[in-house]
């Protein structure tokens, strides 16, 4: 067992403070980065996530009735319902909960009411998902104290559902996998079809990485993330027409597409980043910095040419870094339309390469950017 994190420590003194006594468990999941292969995950393609020590916990303790109480430190606000019964939410992180409970409940019931309190220190609205942490947070917990028979595939695709159904966002696995999954030191490259799974340890001495945000929020329902999986989607569906040999998106070759067409851009984008997850893990196994600073700067290219889902602000942050010395590479993360670049810089020199890219960026843009370092972190875990 990991040690319980500073977050987790505060979440549990929270629920101390609120019910009385101790909680029966505590959970916490960590956020995430992406280290090559954006929008790949829903493309039964490619990616190479870790996990980030960054975290959000969830205390929690049965009662003896059915009611349910769930309090968010957060957003200073509560949850309050019974079991069977569960309300309209009347904002997002309501949203997450109480569609965990339901997605969980549905095929697992509980056994009795409970209080819970969370809270989180994964950025919101920065591509680090924040979401994800606190969907696997509850899924693991739930699952422990139910000890329903869930395996961790059905795990996170309980979180997926949550997304889903009640986010109204068609993700992938991507960002519940890094969480739940994620191996302390290394990453994952994942293959989302046929969802195996290779822990590849980082070989990168003396090597930060640095998560600059921009100060663009998204939020992914209201941005252009369904789009494109629908553009991807009908883009697989005109190749099928054209070579009916194509079964799934990993059967699209360069040549089956249009360059001319938005299908074609979208598609050529997934093509060439499954090229550059494979060629990635090899980079990190390795230690080979320059070829995987390369790679993250072909990924941005990409993502802002042929994919389309980068923003102006993201696009001078990349530019800038790119341009510095400290800076190997780095690419936007996350869903796109905002939130962070990750960039792979020099430790010693991390500390000044982030006061000369954001005191620029500062200059040209209106905003309030912030950064972050991070080590590489295992999955979610349960206490209790």
Known sequence: MADRPAIARVCADAFVDWRGQEPSLVCWSPGRINVIGGH???NNGLALPAAINCWVAVAFRERSDDRV??????FDGHYETTLGSWPAPQNSWQQFVGGALQVFAAEHPFPS??????????????????????????MNLLRTWTKADVDEWSLVR????????????????????ASHMAQAGHVMR??????SLEQVPV????????????????ELAESGYSDRVRECAEGLAAVKQLDPSVVSMRD????HLDAEAVWGRRLRHVVTENQRVVAAAECMADGDLETLGRLLLKTHDSLRDDYEVSCPQLDALVTRAAADSACWGGRMVGGGFGGCTLNLVRSDEADG?????????REEYDLAPRSFRFRLVGGSQVEG
Do not use: K, N
């Open 40 to 42: 790949t995950d829903y």
């Open 69 to 74: 109480h769930v309090r968010s430190l957060d």
């Open 113 to 138: 009411g409970f209080d819970a309190v969370f809270v989180g220190d994964v950025p919101h609205g920065a591509g680090l998902s924040s979401s994800a942490a606190l969907t696997v947070a509850w």
């Open 158 to 177: 309980f979180c997926q559902q949550v997304e889903h159904e009640h986010l109204g966002v068609q993700c992938g696995l991507l960002d519940q996998v």
């Open 190 to 195: 994942v293959d989302f079809q046929d969802l």
């Open 203 to 218: 070989r990168l001495p003396d090597v930060s990485w640095v998560v600059l945000h921009s100060g663009v929020r998204r």
């Open 252 to 255: 699209v070759t360069l040549d």
């Open 353 to 361: 390469f982030i006061q000369r890219i954001l005191g620029a960026y």
